[in-house]
């Protein structure tokens, strides 16, 4: 790591490609956080995440992520009719007060209406 004298006496660490990358695959590792690696390395956790966000954008090869269980896409049978389409139902409650409002679900573009005009 080297340390560059900058404006108005600031100083930038600079730090190896092969610190970089050790950090980077410390970070690509299952369960293991960015902030605790950059802790470790006294390194900030943004200057880490750019680091990693670059080796990746540079098309180098990573670990493939771990699947816990594979995906499968069910197709479920939409039922269709008036058993299906249930009420729209509104319960409005002040104190002790409920007021229950019902409305067909076939008018729901009037109960959206009457709704909006009601808030307002």
Same mark, same amino acid.
């Given at each position: ?5 900058? =404006?108005? &006496? ?10 970089? @990358?050790?950090?980077? #695959? ?23 995440? *750019?680091?990693?966000?670059?080796? &990746?954008?540079?098309?180098? *090869? *990573?670990? @493939? ?13 939409? =039922? ?5 389409? @249930?009420?729209?139902?509104? /319960?409005?409650?002040? &104190?002790?007060?409920? =007021?229950?409002? =019902? ?5 729901? &573009? /009037? ?5 909006? #005009?009601?808030?307002?």
């Amino acid at each position: 790591m080297d340390i560059k004298q900058g =404006v108005a &006496g600031r100083r930038r660490r600079r730090h190896s490609a092969e610190f970089k @990358a050790r950090l980077i #695959e410390e970070c690509r590792r299952p369960g293991v956080s960015m902030a605790s690696v950059a802790m470790a390395n006294g390194v900030n956790a943004n200057l880490l995440r *750019s680091w990693v966000a670059r080796d &990746g954008a540079a098309g180098r *090869s *990573s670990p @493939a992520p771990v699947i816990a269980a594979k995906e499968e896409f069910i197709a479920l049978p939409l =039922v269709a009719g008036p058993a299906a389409v @249930a009420d729209i139902r509104i /319960e409005l409650r002040r &104190g002790a007060t409920t =007021v229950t409002i =019902v409305w067909p679900a076939r008018a729901a &573009g /009037e109960c959206a209406a009457w709704l909006r #005009e009601w808030l307002r």
